[in-house]
């Protein structure tokens, strides 16, 4: 005799659950290939094969790619008809989304400061650049105290050397 509950689970609800386990496959597949992308496109423009602007313009073409691929998992997310394994999957691939959708993000931040400042560079003096790359370094240093916490500022306080005198 069957251990199954009769009418709770069907063939309509078997075929219903495959087709979310497959649609839920071709997800991560499809993020699988985006994080590739996302890879490739880090390591090859640090070793200067792709130009700066060239990977921005990929990065954001991946970003639109991972947004649709975003909403897809939100229309799947909302169905009632998960299983505990569906939808602890589509949790998975939704910590997978923002992971890389903020690695993407970074990076394009990162290139694009990098463009800036290379430009910045060419048309001031190396007096002014030095000047502002010291205060940018003011800034992050000021930024990490207003967000450090109490026990990182007493440790701070019995390691931190005097800062450096800078000119105002």
Known sequence: MSSEVPGL?????????????????ELSGILNILE???????RESGRGAIPPEAVVGELTFLSRDLRACFRRLGELAERRDLSFRTARELQEIDRRCVWLFRKIRLQEIFLRKLSLETHLQRIVSSEAFTIYQTLIGLDEEEQDMQSSDDPRIRAAILTEEDPPNTPP
């Open 9 to 25: 689970r069907g063939p309509a609800a078997g075929a219903s659950e495959d087709l979310l386990r497959q649609i839920e496959q």
């Open 36 to 42: 590739g992308r996302f890879l490739y496109l880090v």
